[in-house]
């Protein structure tokens, strides 16, 4: 089992730069994917970026391509993304999802295991 706690959300203006972090903890070490995604308010949830447990595969929706970046740390056993020249579409729940499947998906069924989700909202 993965516990996944979000951190780092919160309010910054349009053009700034915000940082979220994800731990995963639980009692098997393993490796897994781990992945961000989001959801607007009044939107479905959509997909952010994910990365492979070796960090060498990324994948980006087309939303934040250029602007935002994901990244992990596994001695710390935890996922970062770093949001950068943020707007106010940017503003959601971003919630961090690992699984066990070896391969970065942003297809959310991928994900077994999910956070409770971190605010960012970004001002105009």
């Known amino acids: 089992q993965v516990q996944l706690v979000e951190s780092g959300g919160g309010l910054v203006q349009a053009g700034g730069s915000l940082r979220l972090s994800c731990a995963a903890s639980?009692?098997?070490?393993?490796?897994?994917?781990m992945a961000w995604f989001r959801q607007p308010p009044g939107k479905e949830r959509e997909s952010v970026a994910a990365?492979?447990?070796?960090?060498?595969?990324?994948r980006y929706a087309d939303s934040v391509k250029g602007r935002f970046t994901i990244s992990r740390d596994n001695a710390k056993n935890t996922v970062y993304l770093e949001m950068n020249s943020l707007k106010p579409e940017d503003t959601a729940v971003y919630v961090c999802?690992?699984?066990?499947?070896?391969?970065?998906?942003?297809?959310?069924?991928?994900?077994?295991?999910w956070g409770q989700g971190t605010q960012v909202t970004v001002s105009s």
């Open positions: 999802a690992a699984d066990f499947r070896g391969t970065p998906s942003l297809v959310r069924g991928h994900y077994a295991y």
């Open positions: 990365i492979s447990w070796s960090g060498g595969s990324v």
């Open positions: 639980g009692r098997t070490y393993s490796t897994y994917v």
